[in-house]
């Protein structure tokens, strides 16, 4: 029996004791069952039988005969005390517990999250560039998130919902392929279609400089590991760039022969994600990385059947990674890092174009194209849809996190960004217990 049906029979044997009742001392006593194997049924009978007639009717019996039925009984074990025999010792009768039926609880179920089925907040998107393997929208640890439109990045300030613009190109380097901004959230780097990669203060509105040499097409990807930028282009090169030096190019990753669309670091800064437009995903170790030679992948995963953009990085466990494929694949597949091995795939019907978790919660949200354009909110690790939330009339092509991890935005080839408050508000902490004053405190003690 379940604790929930534990709980209802308890109470309905509750629900009839009057709280005046006189108590029985009977009630505190228990039937106790006798063992039958162990009685003699035929002695007993004619033992009773016996003593009612010697009460009853008394008969008077000659010596002879008061000998012979002694001499009978103790042939046949008649002189027996005890009439029933236990073999065991009948248990002590417990005292019963009082228990108030004011202090039985049952336990509230989990409260489901709210999960409101439209966007909170919706802006024009002019321009936006409609190429699934670009990544135009990021949002930094600063509360700001940057955008970029045609040849304009701009920035939009989530606290006080202004709206600047950070720098625009002219036609022969735009449009911008790519934006990511650096851990500090006031440096952001700006992938451009001509090969090069600019650094921008967006504090001061100010470039710092621009990283040449990297590729020979347009950067459609970047991710930041500290002081690495590590960028992704057309050509199928991978680059890690440490931006303090002027020599920027410290290694590089040979292992794709289409363009690499998808670049993420895992959360300690020892292995990094890649997937291209040749349908593959590779994982790289920094630990096997050297700047002379093209690195070796840790491993190579052939597993999807179109270009490989969406991957994410699970936030609770370290080695775990979930990426998505394009229109021929539709497929959202999980990994473990460190074996190669792929733990589950889930086909969800529509080209996966974003994923990200839940920080809070073990929930992953992914963003699709034809033909609902739709999110979807899944249960981790039963990949149960939660919700399936619409609005978008184009493929969701970029979505973003706010740094809380409970706001996220998305943009469409609709050429409209949206907010959506999929992941709830993260529980406030309970503040610590104040320590007990000790008595006499507030007098000065003798030393």
């Not at 089925?117 to 135009?136: G, H, I, K, M």
Request: glycine residues 6%.
């Amino acid at each position: 029996m379940d604790a929930g049906a534990a709980n209802s029979s308890y109470n309905k044997a509750t629900q009839y004791r009057s709280p005046l009742r006189t108590k029985n001392s009977r009630d505190d006593l228990d039937r106790f069952i006798p063992n039958r194997s162990a009685m003699d049924f035929d002695y007993a009978q004619y033992m009773l039988m016996e003593a009612r007639k010697g009460k009853e009717n008394p008969v008077v019996s000659s010596p002879s005969r008061e000998a012979y039925r002694k001499q009978l009984a103790e042939t046949f074990n008649m002189n027996r005390t005890r009439i029933l025999a236990f073999k065991n010792k009948p248990p002590t009768p417990s005292k019963a517990v009082q228990i108030d039926c004011l202090s039985v609880h049952q336990a509230k179920p989990k409260t489901r999250r709210h999960i409101p089925q439209t966007s909170e907040r919706t802006l024009d998107a002019p321009d936006l560039v409609d190429d699934y393997y670009l990544n135009l929208l990021d949002w930094g640890s600063g509360n700001v998130l940057a955008i970029a439109l045609g040849n304009t990045v701009y920035l939009w300030d989530a606290s006080s919902g202004t709206t600047s613009e950070l720098v625009t190109l002219d036609e022969e380097n735009g449009p911008v392929t790519s934006v990511k901004w650096a851990p500090d959230g006031r440096h952001i780097a700006v992938g451009l279609n001509n090969s090069e990669v600019q650094l921008w203060d967006s504090t001061a509105n100010k470039q710092l400089r621009t990283l040449r040499g990297c590729h020979s097409s347009r950067v459609g990807a970047l991710d930041w590991n500290n002081q690495i930028l590590t960028t992704g282009g057309m050509d199928g090169q991978i680059v890690n760039n440490d931006v303090r030096v002027r020599d920027h190019i410290v290694e590089t990753y040979r292992g794709h022969h289409q363009e690499v669309c998808g670049l993420k670091w895992s959360a300690s800064g020892q292995q990094l994600a890649s997937g291209g437009n040749d349908n593959l995903l590779h994982i790289w170790d920094r630990s096997t990385t050297s700047s002379s030679s093209p690195t070796q992948w840790l491993h190579r995963l052939e597993d999807h059947t179109a270009a490989v953009k969406a991957l994410a990085w699970c936030p609770f466990q370290a080695n775990l990674l979930a990426s998505g494929g394009g229109g021929g694949d539709r497929c959202i597949k999980f990994w473990n890092t460190h074996t190669g091995a792929c733990l589950n795939s889930v086909d969800t019907g529509s080209q996966v174009c974003s994923l990200l978790w839940n920080k809070n919660e073990r929930e992953l949200l992914s963003s699709h194209g034809f033909t609902q354009n739709q999110l979807t909110l899944w249960k981790y690790p039963t990949m149960v849809k939660i919700a399936e939330l619409t609005g978008h009339t184009s493929r969701v092509l970029f979505m973003s996190q706010s740094p809380d991890g409970c706001t996220v935005a998305t943009a469409a080839a609709d050429e409209t960004l949206r907010f959506w408050n999929v992941f709830g508000t993260p529980e406030v902490a309970k503040p610590a217990p104040k320590a007990a004053q000790e008595p006499f405190a507030h007098l000065n003690r003798i030393r």
